[in-house]
């Protein structure tokens, strides 16, 4: 059975992320810097294409444990490390995930088709 293929998009020049600033390589396992935290990708290259601006490329990738993402807030400069943050003490308590990122204001959500995964292997540019 074939793999699925997703889609991440990265900084141009350096191939890193452009919320965390991890840096990827092609053909290798690229996983979170912070526990418990996971990678985010797109599910379709269209909506890749959405989140693309100048400086960035898109690269077809496996990932390891696709899921649907939790609610999310942006807009703050730490507000990726505050959620997984919050992320965690939910799973540490053994608390509702969705309810305990609502408590602490998390409620805008992710990009269209975004996909939460424990590590993501890039394959090629999108040309």
Known sequence: ????????????????????????TEKQWTTPTISGSKLAVFATLQ??????????????????????????????????HIYWDVVAAARKRKKNITAALDKAGYYYAWPNNTILCNAVMLLKPIL
Not at 1 to 24: E, G, N, P, Q
Not at 51 to 77: A, D, E, M, Q
């Open 1 to 24: 059975m074939a793999r699925k293929i997703y889609y991440k998009v990265l900084d141009r020049r350096a191939l890193t992320s452009c919320t965390t600033h991890l840096k990827y």
């Open 47 to 80: 909506d890749a294409k959405e989140f693309t601006h100048s400086n960035t490329i898109i690269y077809k990738c496996y990932v390891k444990n696709p899921i649907k993402p939790y609610k999310y807030r942006s807009g703050l400069s730490n507000s990726y």
